[in-house]
C-alpha cells in the first residue's frame, strides 16, 4: 500500500550486530505493529504502538526494541542479531485497531 | 493455547470446484474476526471482516465467510476458486484485554490445480 513503506526490503547482516528496521506510515494512523512471519508459526506480535512514545510488548518481543518518537515513524531495533530472528517482518498500521490492519511489504531479514 | 486455529496447513483443489478454509477461535479472541490473503513475496491484503451483524461476510474476489458463535468459527468458502487463488490464506481475531491486537493463525496454503 502506499500509505506504508518498510525499509530496507531486504537485509542480510552477521550474528551480534545491532539492526534498525523502519516502518513509515502516511496515513496518521494511531496504531503501529511489528509482526513476524515464520513458517508454521503465521504472524506474530513483536510490538506495537498505541501513540507517539507509547509502545508495548507482543508476544515475542525478546530480542527486539522499539522506538516511535513520531506519529508516521515506527522502528524496530534487534539489539544483537542472532540466527532465530532471521524472518520477513511486517509493519501494519490501523486507525483504530479493531477494524482490521492495513500491511506493508514486508523486510526480509537474514542473520549470518 | 492457539487463540485462532486453521485446521488445514494445505487445501488441494481443482479449478472451479467449491473450497472452505476452517477457522476456530478461542475466548481469549473477540468477535472482530479477519481473513487475510497473501500471494508469494507480497504483504498480507484484507478478503474480509466480521466486526457485527449479519453473520454472512462477503468479501473480495468472490470470498465469503461465515461467523458461527455457537461453534466459534469463521469458515472462509468460495464457490469455484480459478488459479489466481493460489496463495496463503491467514484467519486473524482481535484479542481481548487491550491493544486491540490482531493474533492470526498459522495459515493455510491454498493450491488450486488444473
Known amino acids: 500500500d502506499a500509505g506504508i513503506t518498510q525499509s530496507p526490503r531486504h537485509k542480510v547482516t552477521e550474528t551480534g550486530t545491532p539492526v534498525t528496521l523502519r516502518c513509515h506510515q502516511t496515513e496518521n494512523h494511531r496504531y503501529m505493529y511489528w509482526y513476524r512471519q515464520d513458517p508454521g508459526h503465521g504472524l506474530r506480535l513483536i510490538h506495537y504502538s498505541y501513540g507517539v512514545k507509547d509502545t508495548d510488548k507482543g508476544e515475542v518481543s525478546d530480542g527486539y526494541s522499539v522506538s516511535r518518537s513520531k506519529t508516521e515513524d515506527f522502528l524496530l531495533t534487534l539489539e544483537s542479531a542472532t540466527s532465530s530472528q532471521t524472518s520477513v517482518y511486517f509493519c501494519?498500521?490501523?486507525?483504530?485497531?479493531?477494524?482490521?490492519?492495513?500491511f506493508g511489504s514486508g523486510t526480509r531479514l537474514t542473520v549470518v | 493455547a492457539q487463540s485462532v486455529t486453521q485446521l488445514d496447513s494445505q487445501v488441494p483443489v481443482f479449478e472451479e470446484a467449491p473450497v472452505e478454509l476452517r477457522c476456530n477461535y478461542s475466548s481469549s479472541v473477540s468477535v472482530y474476526l479477519f481473513w487475510y490473503v497473501q500471494y508469494p513475496n507480497q504483504g498480507l491484503q484484507l478478503l474480509l471482516k466480521?466486526?457485527?451483524?449479519?453473520?454472512l461476510v462477503k468479501g473480495i474476489n468472490g470470498f465469503e465467510a461465515e461467523f458461527n458463535k455457537s461453534q466459534t468459527s469463521f469458515h472462509l468458502r468460495k464457490p469455484s476458486v480459478h488459479i489466481s487463488d493460489t496463495a496463503e490464506y491467514f484467519c486473524?481475531?482481535?484479542?481481548?484485554?487491550?491493544?486491540?491486537?490482531?493474533?492470526f493463525g498459522t495459515g493455510t496454503q491454498l493450491k488450486v490445480e488444473l
Open positions: 486473524a481475531g482481535i484479542l481481548t484485554g487491550g491493544g486491540n491486537k490482531l493474533s
Open positions: 466480521y466486526l457485527s451483524g449479519s453473520t
Open positions: 501494519a498500521i490501523s486507525p483504530s485497531g479493531d477494524r482490521g490492519y492495513t
